[in-house]
């Protein structure tokens, strides 16, 4: 069993950053992929940003160029965000995805507003 906790949410001005942190605990594998993904309210949770076996990094289209992911140590994952835009706005999950499994996060609230 594997369990996440999300951290460094909140409201933030357009333009500006937030750093998001995510604590995972429990057996972790080298193949197992790191990611963090977002919902937005009427909207279905989408893929941000994810790191693969080998440190394949992969991007939504989106927020390419202005959030970046990595990981710390074995245990755990940040997303720098950078540039902040209101449609930005979401619940942001972090995930651990493996053959057959997925692990989330309770989530972490990030506003974009003025």
């Known amino acids: 069993q594997v369990q996440l906790v999300e951290s460094g949410g909140g409201l933030v001005q357009p333009g500006g950053s937030l750093s998001l942190s995510c604590a995972i605990s429990?057996?972790?594998?080298?193949?197992?992929?790191m990611g963090w993904y977002r919902q937005a309210p009427g909207k279905q949770r989408e893929l941000v940003a994810e790191?693969?076996?080998?440190?394949?990094i992969n991007y939504a289209d989106s927020v390419k160029g202005r959030f970046s992911i990595s990981r710390g140590n074995v245990a755990t994952v940040f997303l720098q965000m950078n540039s902040l835009k209101p449609e930005d706005t979401a619940i942001y999950y972090c995930?651990?995805?493996?053959?057959?499994?997925?692990?989330w996060g309770q989530g972490t609230q990030v506003t974009v507003s003025s």
């Open positions: 790191i693969r076996s080998g440190g394949i």
């Open positions: 995930n651990v995805r493996r053959a057959y499994m997925n692990f």
């Open positions: 429990g057996i972790i594998f080298n193949s197992d992929t």
